[in-house]
């Protein structure tokens, strides 16, 4: 059910998780994203996560979790999203820590987050990973390596400056568009290349 009490589509649920890198505002931007695309979130956050949205915002833990339509512990692995049963699009972790990402790469997970992006690997359902981490050692990128092989999808957060981006916000916007793209959603807060481009052209006959 939405917050209206209105039935959703099951198709439509997205998990989103938050881990403890640099970047929560990803993250924060995707469950606003969610919310404006009628996509019903389903929330799960790292301790280290927790701490970086004291460190990076001026929103609490508890603020985040409310713009979600469900939350979970990290230590609640018998939440619904811990299940392939529970259908959903798919899942983005933004932003996606080294460890978290390692983790997932090798099964053994110990978190609600990692369990649950496990699940989308099994159940072959897109699984985005907003790597954020730099430089990169030979480590980091066979890590990346096996989870492409899995069926993750590696998306670090580049900024796209052909977007001509005014602050940050359009930062983030920019980024957390593409990602929507992944799973079919159109925002219209993310600028397309050539599309403006493709306006101001005239259609010419051959």
């Given at each position: 059910?939405?917050?209206?009490?209105?039935?959703?589509?099951?198709?439509?649920?997205?998990?989103?998780?938050?881990?403890?890198?640099?970047?929560?505002?990803?993250?924060?931007?995707?469950?606003?994203?969610?919310?404006?695309?009628?996509?019903?979130?389903?929330?799960?956050?790292?301790?280290?996560?927790?701490?970086?949205?004291?460190?990076?915002?001026?929103?609490?833990?508890?603020?985040?979790?409310?713009?979600?339509?469900?939350?979970?512990?990290?230590?609640?692995?018998?939440?619904?999203?811990?299940?392939?049963?529970?259908?959903?699009?798919?899942?983005?972790?933004?932003?996606?820590?080294?460890?978290?990402?390692?983790?997932i790469a090798t099964g053994v997970t110990t978190s609600l987050l990692t369990r649950a992006a496990d699940v989308m690997l099994k159940e072959?359902?897109?699984?985005?990973?907003?790597?954020?981490?730099?430089?990169?050692?030979?480590?980091?990128?066979?890590?990346?390596?096996?989870?492409?092989?899995?069926?993750?999808?590696?998306?670090?957060?580049?900024?796209?400056?052909?977007?001509?981006p005014k602050n940050l916000s359009d930062l983030v916007d920019q980024m957390v568009g593409r990602c929507l793209d992944l799973f079919g959603?159109?925002?219209?807060?993310?600028?397309?290349?050539?599309?403006?481009?493709?306006?101001?052209?005239?259609?010419?006959?051959?």
């Amino acid at each position: 059910m939405t917050r209206d009490g209105n039935p959703k589509d099951k198709a439509e649920r997205l998990v989103i998780g938050l881990s403890g890198a640099s970047g929560v505002a990803y993250g924060i931007r995707l469950l606003e994203a969610a919310r404006e695309l009628g996509i019903e979130s389903h929330l799960v956050m790292t301790k280290p996560a927790e701490m970086t949205i004291g460190y990076e915002t001026k929103l609490s833990p508890r603020q985040v979790a409310a713009k979600a339509d469900y939350s979970y512990a990290i230590a609640d692995i018998a939440a619904p999203i811990a299940s392939g049963s529970f259908k959903t699009k798919g899942m983005i972790v933004a932003p996606c820590s080294v460890r978290t990402m390692s983790e997932i790469a090798t099964g053994v997970t110990t978190s609600l987050l990692t369990r649950a992006a496990d699940v989308m690997l099994k159940e072959r359902r897109p699984l985005v990973l907003m790597v954020r981490e730099t430089p990169l050692h030979l480590g980091h990128l066979r890590t990346m390596t096996a989870l492409a092989e899995m069926g993750a999808i590696i998306l670090p957060p580049v900024p796209a400056f052909y977007a001509e981006p005014k602050n940050l916000s359009d930062l983030v916007d920019q980024m957390v568009g593409r990602c929507l793209d992944l799973f079919g959603y159109d925002w219209p807060d993310v600028k397309r290349w050539g599309e403006e481009l493709a306006k101001g052209r005239r259609k010419t006959k051959t």
